[in-house]
């Protein structure tokens, strides 16, 4: 869980993205929109399926910052609600469980 807060802890990303990536987290329906982010990944632990997020994630800022052509702001973004959809439930999840 650490290397997850530490890679969410160095993201650096426009304030307009994030926005638009806060906006759309009541919209999120991990059900759904996770296969379709994270595909073969989905069998992997919350924390595998957030290390895939973050690396597709990555890989759309690069695309952005390079400014190809390939680059999706809305693709983006998706990643971008997932990942704090995610983390938030991983983190509510956490702090839920019973002290030993």
């Given at each position: 869980?650490?290397?997850i807060e530490l890679r969410l802890n160095t993201l650096k990303r426009p304030k307009l993205i994030l926005e638009a990536a806060r906006n759309g987290l009541?919209?999120?329906?991990p059900g759904r929109h996770l296969p379709a982010l994270i595909g073969r990944s989905l069998h992997r632990s919350k924390i595998g399926q957030l290390d895939c997020l973050l690396d597709m994630e990555e890989t759309y800022n690069r695309l952005r910052k390079e400014k190809r052509a390939e680059y999706s702001p809305a693709?983006?973004?998706?990643?971008?609600?997932?990942?704090?959809?995610?983390?938030t439930n991983?983190?509510?999840?956490?702090d839920q469980?019973?002290?030993p």
């Open positions: 869980m650490r290397h009541a919209g999120y329906d693709r983006h973004i998706r990643y971008l609600i997932a990942i704090i959809a995610e983390y991983l983190k509510k999840t956490k469980r019973p002290m």
